[in-house]
C-alpha cells in the first residue's frame, strides 16, 4: 500500500524553464512534508519541506505547494540548472505517530537538458 | 562537519553470513533509523530508535536487527542474510522531528 506516491518516474525540462514534480499522498493524519534530493552513490539531502498548516513554503529556487483538500504536493524549481539533474523524493510524516518516519515516495529522476 | 557515516559503502556477502553495517552521527541527535532503498519502492523504514536503549520496528524489520548502545552509534545486524536484503541501506538521524533528516551516503549490499 503505496501511501506517498509519485507517479511520474522519470521528468526532462530545459535549462532555465520550470520544473514541476508532484505527489500525492492518502493518508490524511500526514501532516509534514519534505522533499529529498539523491545523486547517484550520495545519500538523499533535505530539500525543502512544508507543515500542513501552510499551502506553500519558498526556499531561493524551490518552492513547495500543498493541497491538503487534494492530498497532494508539488516541488516547483525555477529556474531549472543543469545541477538539478537528480532523482527527487517526496516523503511524509504524522504528528503523532509515535515513530519520526518517513514515509517515502517511490521518485522522479529529473533530467535538465542544457 | 556534520555528518552521517557508514560503513562499508559495498558489500558482497553469501547466504547466512552475520554481518554488521555499522552507522555514526557527530549531531548529537536523538533519532536515528534505517532505511531501505528497492526499485519501484522507495525507501522503506526496517528500525528506528528514538533514544539510547530504545529502538522499534519499522516496516520492513524481518531479517534485520538493531541495537542503540550510544547515542552516537545505530548498528544494522544481518543475522543470516538472504539474497532478498540485496539492497542500498541508508542511515539517517535527526534532532528536530520537524526539520530535516541526515542521511549517511548509503550501503550498497548484495548477497549471493
Known amino acids: 500500500d503505496q501511501q506517498v506516491k509519485q507517479n511520474s518516474p522519470s521528468l526532462s525540462v530545459q535549462e532555465g524553464r520550470i520544473s514541476i514534480l508532484n505527489c500525492d499522498y492518502t493518508?490524511?493524519?500526514?501532516?509534514?512534508f519534505l522533499w529529498y534530493k539523491k545523486y547517484p552513490a550520495e545519500g538523499p539531502t533535505f530539500l525543502i519541506s512544508?507543515?500542513?498548516?501552510?499551502d506553500k513554503n519558498e526556499d531561493g529556487r524551490f518552492t513547495v505547494f500543498l493541497n491538503k483538500s487534494a492530498k497532494h504536493l508539488s516541488l516547483h524549481i525555477v529556474p531549472s540548472q543543469p545541477g538539478d539533474s537528480a532523482v527527487y523524493f517526496c516523503?511524509?510524516?504524522?504528528?503523532?505517530?509515535?515513530?519520526?518516519?518517513?514515509?517515502f515516495g517511490t521518485g522522479t529522476r529529473l533530467t535538465i537538458i542544457p | 562537519e556534520a555528518q552521517v557515516t557508514q560503513n562499508p559503502r559495498y558489500l558482497i556477502t553469501v547466504t547466512g553470513k552475520k554481518l554488521t553495517v555499522t552507522c555514526s552521527q557527530n549531531?548529537?541527535?536523538?533519532?536515528m533509523s534505517w532505511y531501505r532503498q528497492d526499485p519501484g519502492l522507495g525507501l522503506r523504514q526496517i528500525y528506528y530508535s528514538m533514544n539510547v536503549e530504545v529502538t522499534d520496528k519499522g516496516d520492513v524489520p524481518e531479517g534485520y536487527k538493531v541495537s542503540r548502545k550510544e547515542k552516537r552509534n545505530f548498528p544494522l545486524i544481518l543475522e543470516s542474510p538472504s539474497p532478498n536484503q540485496t539492497s542500498l541501506y541508508f542511515c539517517?538521524?535527526?534532532?528536530?522531528?520537524?526539520?530535516?533528516?541526515?542521511f549517511g551516503s548509503g550501503t550498497r549490499l548484495t548477497v549471493v
Open positions: 493518508n490524511s493524519m500526514f501532516d509534514y
Open positions: 516523503a511524509a510524516k504524522g504528528l503523532y505517530f509515535g515513530n519520526e518516519k518517513l514515509t
Open positions: 549531531m548529537n541527535h536523538e533519532y
Open positions: 539517517a538521524s535527526s534532532f528536530s522531528t520537524r526539520g530535516g533528516y541526515t
Open positions: 512544508i507543515s500542513s498548516i501552510k
